[in-house]
Nanobody
Framework: HVQLVESGGGSVQPGGSLRLSCSVS????????MGWFRQVPGKEREGIAY???????YYADSVKGRFTITRDNAKNTVYLQMNSLKPEDTAMYYC??????????????????WGQGTQVTVS
C-alpha cells in the first residue's frame, strides 16, 4: 500500500525558510524517482523539484538556487528545503511518485501517487 504524507508547511515572512517532508511507505524511496509540485487555486500543478532514483536532482527555474531536494534513505523520506521564500511561493505543496519514465519530470501526468499536500504561505 503506497502512502505519501507531506508535512512542514506553514506561514513565513518573505526571505524566510521552511523544510517540507514527504514520508513514504509502501516502497523504498531509492526505487523510484520523486518530485515536489505546487499548486495554487485555478492553476495547474507545477513541478518544481525532482530527485531521480540515482539521486540526481533537477529544479524549475523559478526555484533554482533557493530550493533543495534531498532524501534520507534510512527514514524513507524526501525533503524540500526552501530558502529565500517569496510571496509567489505561496501554494499547496505535494510530493509525487513518478511511474512513467518517458516524458518530462515536471509533467504531473507522469506521476501516479500523491500525498495530501501541505500549505505554504509567504506574506
Amino acid at each position: 500500500h503506497v502512502q505519501l504524507v507531506e508535512s512542514g508547511g506553514g506561514s513565513v515572512q518573505p526571505g524566510g525558510s521552511l523544510r517540507l517532508s514527504c514520508s513514504v511507505s509502501g516502497f523504498p524511496v531509492t526505487a523510484y524517482c520523486m518530485g515536489w509540485f505546487r499548486q495554487v487555486p485555478g492553476k495547474e500543478r507545477e513541478g518544481i523539484a525532482y530527485i531521480s532514483s540515482g539521486a540526481g536532482t533537477y529544479y524549475a527555474d523559478s526555484v533554482k538556487g533557493r530550493f533543495t531536494i534531498t532524501r534520507d534513505n534510512a527514514k524513507n523520506t524526501v525533503y524540500l528545503q526552501m530558502n529565500s521564500l517569496k510571496p509567489e511561493d505561496t501554494a499547496m505543496y505535494y510530493c509525487g511518485v513518478r511511474t512513467v519514465i518517458r516524458g518530462n519530470w515536471w509533467d504531473k501526468t507522469r506521476y501516479a501517487y500523491w500525498g495530501q499536500g501541505t500549505q505554504v504561505t509567504v506574506s
